[in-house]
């Protein structure tokens, strides 16, 4: 298979890069997270980002939404949050007597739900219509969400006190989970430097609209998953449904949201099609967080990583990637 980039996926792998050249602006030396946001976005997913406070979480989430030039609303998750402060409640208007909907902030392009581990699971829960289907529903009535839309979700870990664990209904919603880590004590230092001053994000400007992201939604739709590949996302998948030390497996979405994945991946970096790679790239960050360990395993230091490592490197890669 040629390698050789198409003038429009060529195009379209310089404007992607503007959204990551915009983002960089702000974040310092975090490019993979960058490239892992836009995937999701791009396969139409939403995702979580799970790290410890103060590593840029918020701010990465700010920046991908200022770069799409999208509505940007955020939640700050708290014990005492209610499903309707997510979706919004009917209130009486005493001038026409009837009920009138009053939107809640899940009606933006954009949503970022920070610090969603704080909130009682009644109150997470509010979200998985919207994740999966793009709508809410209220007293009954049905109201669809913009297009595009992403929830980009922050948690902190789970020993911290004061939190919750998501529900794996939830947990299998979000199609990527991703970790930002700590800054190199060079990047610290350029941290430091571009913050001393004003906040770079105010600045930052939009690189891309709406309508352009919807449209790169459309073309990843287009982007060739072979016969090969999507048996090699299968034999990964069902490998994680078999391992005895796994009391869950990863679900039939699982399989569906890696594929697409792989496909936004692929267009991010000027192909037409996805190679055996993209999945390998992907397998973690997709799967991992679909996992359950059981209770005893758990106990011995295995850890859902660990499995699905030792899973990727058992399953034979396709040696022959055919465009179809």
Not at 55 to 83: C, E, N, Y
Not at 178 to 201: A, H, M, N, R, V
Not at 261 to 282: E, F
């Amino acid at each position: 298979m040629s390698e050789q980039p198409t003038k429009e996926h060529q195009a379209i792998f310089e404007l992607c890069g503007k959204v990551t050249a915009n983002i960089s602006k702000v974040i310092v030396g975090k490019n993979d997270a960058s490239e892992m946001l836009l995937t999701s976005l791009l396969a139409g997913g939403h995702i979580l980002l799970d790290d410890v406070p103060g590593v840029g979480k918020t701010m990465l989430a700010r920046s991908l939404a200022r770069s799409v030039g999208g509505s940007f609303k955020r939640i700050q998750f708290t014990p005492d949050l209610l499903p309707s402060d997510v979706t919004g409640f009917n209130v009486y208007d005493r001038q026409n007597g009837q009920f009138k909907f009053q939107p809640g902030p899940v009606m933006a392009n954009i949503l970022l739900a920070d610090e969603i581990n704080r909130a009682i699971p009644r109150t997470q829960s509010s979200l998985l219509e919207s994740m999966q289907e793009g709508q809410v529903t209220v007293d009954g009535s049905t109201f669809e969400l913009p297009s595009p839309f992403m929830v980009i979700a922050t948690q902190n870990p789970i020993e911290l006190e004061g939190t919750f664990p998501l529900p794996e209904a939830q947990m299998d919603r979000f199609l990527l989970k991703l970790k930002i880590g700590y800054p190199t004590p060079e990047e610290e230092l350029s941290i430091l430097e571009l913050f001393q001053k004003d906040d770079p994000i105010e600045g930052l400007k939009a690189v891309l609209t709406p309508e352009q992201v919807m449209e790169l939604q459309n073309i990843r739709q287009e982007i060739v998953v072979s016969a090969p590949v999507k048996e090699y996302i299968i034999n990964l998948v069902g490998a994680t449904r078999k391992a005895p030390v796994l009391r869950l497996g990863a679900s039939p979405r699982a399989s569906l949201h890696l594929m697409k994945a792989s496909q936004a991946l692929a267009m991010l970096r000027g192909r037409s099609y996805v190679l055996p790679d993209d999945i390998k790239t992907l397998a973690l960050p997709v799967l991992s967080h679909r996992l359950v360990v059981e209770v005893k395993e758990k106990a011995r230091g295995v850890s859902a990583d660990s499995v699905l490592e030792e899973i990727i490197s058992a399953t034979s890669i396709p040696v022959s990637v055919d465009e179809e």
